[in-house]
């Protein structure tokens, strides 16, 4: 039988990379797309034995290229996101329009599946262009393409992730630590592995579930993330609970940056709970518990911010 060919939207990110690696390792064959080859080429090409991989460099608006490409794959994942907006990159554009357009398209060439994802705990959250955006974006794609299937994902983390790096990176660095809302939001950290691992579970077999919510083992407030990740990394800093009106006055000027620390937008998703909405089955209930232990997992990557490195003994 012909191997499947999955078509990857952000395939260079975070999901896409190790996704790509698990997918090629089970004899399917990938199309990666990506924005600019020259950048993101030389990471890309190194995720898969030669035969298994394309890579293809396309806007993701080129209407004409994305249409062959989808006219040529049997399975779609959409793995395109941002968490700021920038020029002709808005939350619009990027989370409604785009997973829009590729949905019909894959209506039309009749594809298996096609697999979007969203985002967990942005029903709530109508003051934020991010949570708002991807919502829409949702229902475009569950309108256009019955095959589609929806993850909703608490925040992933791994080696390669932005989130638990960049703490580790800022808690190095700063004598005290801004929390928002007084570090209450709960998370409910999921590992990047297990996440692709569901995918490609969701694409080798049937699955009458057309929305999941993913999560981890452990519900962690904001506050308990950072606490753990300043265990691992062996270090004391005093917590400073952020007034709104200074955070929102810092993330004004962040946003003036290429690559913001954190916007306006993401300070209001900051108030809204990454847990279960309930109106959803969770990965827990169609049978994929992630146990990956957060401590654990970050543990193998942490010494890259500890005083002491890679060789010193646990205290
Ligand atoms: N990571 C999390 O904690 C988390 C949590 C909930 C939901 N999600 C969702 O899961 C999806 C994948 O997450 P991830 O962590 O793998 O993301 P990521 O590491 O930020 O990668 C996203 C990819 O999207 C592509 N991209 C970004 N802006 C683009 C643009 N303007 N036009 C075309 N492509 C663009 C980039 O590919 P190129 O530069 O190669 O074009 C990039 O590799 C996203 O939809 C995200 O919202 C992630």
């Known amino acids: 039988m012909k191997p499947k060919n999955c078509l990857i939207f952000g395939a260079s990110g975070q999901i896409g990379r190790n996704l790509i690696r698990g997918l090629t390792q089970k004899n399917l064959k990938v199309t990666a797309v990506t924005r600019n080859l020259h950048q993101k080429g030389y990471i890309l090409k190194t995720q898969a034995n030669p035969g298994y991989l394309d890579i293809v460099e396309t806007n993701i608006f080129d209407f004409n290229k994305i249409d062959k490409l989808i006219k040529k794959a049997d399975v779609c994942v959409n793995l395109v996101g941002i968490l700021f907006e920038k020029g002709a990159n808005t939350f619009t554009n990027i989370h409604e329009k785009f997973p829009s357009m590729i949905s ?36 475009a794609v569950q309108k ?37 809302y007084r570090g209450k939001t709960k998370f409910m950290p999921l590992h990047c592995i297990d996440i692709c691992n569901l995918i490609i579970d969701l694409i080798e077999k049937d699955n009458p579930n057309k929305i999941i919510e993913c999560i981890g083992p452990d519900e962690l407030t904001f506050k308990q993330i950072i606490e753990k990740l300043l265990k691992l990394i062996e270090k004391k800093r005093f917590f400073v609970p952020m007034p709104l009106f200074l955070a929102n006055i810092m993330a004004t000027f962040f946003q003036i940056l290429p690559n913001p620390l ?45 005083e002491t490195g890679e060789y010193a003994k646990k205290k």
Request: glycine share 4%; hydrophobic share 35%; net charge positive.
């Open 262 to 306: 954190i916007t306006r937008d993401q300070i209001k998703l900051l108030f809204y709970h990454n847990i279960p909405s309930g109106k959803y089955k969770t990965n827990i209930d169609i049978g994929k518990n992630f146990n990956r232990n957060f401590d654990k997992e970050v543990e193998k990557y942490c010494y890259m911010w500890k």
């Open 144 to 180: 256009n393409f019955k095959e589609s299937i929806i993850l909703k994902p608490s925040i992933i983390y791994s080696v390669d992730d932005n989130f638990t790096t960049m703490i580790m990176g800022l808690l190095n660095m700063l004598p005290i630590f801004p929390l928002y």
């Open 104 to 139: 019909r398209l894959c209506q039309k060439h009749k594809l298996d599946k096609f697999i979007h994802l969203s985002a967990l705990g942005i029903e709530n959250a109508k003051d934020s262009k991010y949570a708002m955006s991807k919502l829409n974006g949702e229902m």
